[in-house]
């Protein structure tokens, strides 16, 4: 497989894109990575060792910056990073987009060289939570929260599209066969929530969906559901809340030892691997960041302050959601949804596309 | 001053109710309790010891229960314990009303009973989240959180009042003079944000009050400002977020010491006093209750799981609040803010009153 990899997006780029490329072609000898920008940049940061076998360059001298108008940037700059990336997983020449970059660039990008797939009004972010407990393999739950921030206004069609989107993710990536589906509200009765929120639930309960109703605020880290389909507004709200809150909780502790005597510290010590464990499941670099949803391609935007071992995780993240077939996945889960979802449309992809 | 607190509100009443009673009476002596609700149940809690000069009963047969609808309750159940809280508050009998019972009909009490301030055409509950940092007067930072719950769709009016009663709360309480205020949006630029946020924004642009303009969810933690205004599902929802996500970082550690040996058990025993200071920073129970703001009166309501601590705190913060004039400080910053803040209405709390 071959990953298109954006070398100049993010705080950090190139230097964490391209070391990132680095660690994932070492641990993933059989896949390669494509590092789209500047090449005397990137060539800069690999350095006189160069680069391995299965990472190799792709010229685009343009970039698109954190200030540029993400449609016009993706329309216009043709020969931006980004843009070229998408040209590339667009005419097969890659198989999946990962950039650490503009999330709303990520975003044109996907509608406007990609596409929508078939049944798409809007396409989202879907972003893992961390959550207690472990699932049927063993392995650490996890919820994800879709829109996590590209659809700021919608509609009840958009949130039950996201509930299609969010429950063929969990199922493919993560092997959930009936993933719990929410939607977040200020409250789990039937009758709580907005005129949005009510109009989604009425649509989610005629679904093929394993719809669990309205959950709360609490229940996205409670192992409760598996999927908690909001608005990209609240979705955003929610994502930058708990890394506020979960950080605040991790910096009253580190002032609480810094603050103690010799012994506290030294226990502080002792307790270092657990506070670890802690950091990495909380820590969004180890989640690889969060899938465009929607499209008919795989698209990972990674953290804007991604280290390279975020991006690493991204590009794990994209080839494993590659291997899981997740757009075969997306498209039968739109198939079957036909009969109770609203809001279908005529693919787009072609003329969209055309006119970019 | 007097308290009527609602014994029969909360999952603990009426235990808790009483015993934080209990507790708050002998820590202020010079302040007196009246514990509404059914007398033999309050003097079974108080046992043989019987209750302190400073704690009255007045007996209330009927009580509100969580099934009950909200306004009917309070409109229909004239005995209910938390109606005849508001009679005794409206009355002049009590200085504020205090329960830990059915949030929703605390809000319909507040309306129907109080009514609302001239300027006010929502009454909203504040909140108070922690905060990194410390304030002039060396004092833990607090942020408060407004809507944090009652007014589920909101209209720009509404959002720029909580702006004006958040700050008038928070100047007050915490005699922080110029309370820095922003709006919960999903990014800082003022483009950002819904409709709804971007209308808000406008009318506290043109504002007396000091408006930092849009903030996100990380910083209700970070000490950035002491205000933040939204509506009250966003509100609500990122109040159990981040209770939720505080409470799943607790927890991750806790279940690693408990797997951990048994020098990392001693560890943790060592750092006790720690977690214990950051748990009381972080815990509902310590903030005493959320004002109901835009009422002509002081009324808190207590977490329905209130113990008997929180209950006493939601009893010392009522008492504060009457203390610091709120009432009197709301009034004066609505008629300061005639010259900008839309949605002025006619003071309705007579006829309101009236009709219950």
């Not at 680069?51 to 792709?58: A, I, K, S, T, W």
């Not at 109009?199 to 880290?221: M, Y």
């Not at 009253?252 to 226990?267: E, R, V």
């Not at 008919?296 to 993240?317: E, M, T, Y």
Request: aromatic content about 4%.
């Amino acid at each position: 497989m071959r990953l298109a990899l954006d070398a100049m997006g993010g705080d950090h780029a190139p230097k964490a894109p391209v070391e990132g490329a680095l660690l994932f072609a070492k641990d993933f000898p059989q896949h390669e990575v494509v590092l789209v920008g500047r090449e005397a940049a990137i060539r800069e940061v690999a350095g006189s060792a160069g680069l391995p076998n299965n990472v190799r360059v792709h010229a685009a001298a343009d970039v698109i910056g954190m200030e540029d108008n993400a449609g016009a940037a993706i329309r216009r700059k043709r020969d931006a990073s980004l843009r070229v990336c998408f040209d590339l997983v667009k005419s097969g020449a890659a198989d999946a987009v990962i950039s650490a970059g503009h999330s709303g660039a990520m975003m044109a990008g996907a509608l406007l060289v990609l596409g929508r797939l078939e049944g798409v009004e809007r396409p989202a972010f879907g972003t893992f939570m961390p959550s207690l407990g472990t699932d049927a393999h063993g392995e650490n739950n996890r919820c994800l929260l879709i829109d996590a921030g590209a659809v700021v206004e919608c509609k009840a069609s958009h949130l039950a599209q996201f509930a299609v989107m969010g429950s063929a993710y969990v199922r493919s990536v993560r092997k959930v066969a009936q993933p719990r589906v929410g939607i977040l509200s200020n409250g789990e009765e039937e009758g709580k929530g907005t005129e949005l929120t009510r109009e989604a639930w009425s649509l989610l309960k005629g679904s093929d969906l394993n719809f669990v109703g309205n959950v709360e605020g609490q229940d996205i880290f409670s192992g409760k559901v598996d999927v908690v389909v909001t608005d990209g507004f609240t979705g955003n709200v929610v994502l930058k809340t708990s890394e506020g809150a979960a950080m605040a909780v991790v910096s009253l502790i580190k002032s609480g030892i810094l603050g103690g005597g010799l012994l506290q510290k030294l226990a502080a010590w002792l307790l270092k691997p657990i506070f670890r464990g802690v950091r990495d499941r909380i820590d969004y670099a180890e989640y690889g960041g969060a899938p465009v949803l929607g499209v008919p391609k795989v698209a990972v935007v990674a953290h804007g302050r991604s280290c390279q071992r975020a991006v690493k995780n991204a590009l794990r993240a994209a080839m494993q959601t590659v291997d899981a077939g997740l757009i075969e996945e997306l498209e039968r889960s739109f198939q079957g949804a036909q009969s109770w979802l609203p809001g279908r449309l005529p693919p787009r992809a072609e003329e969209q596309a055309q006119s970019v």
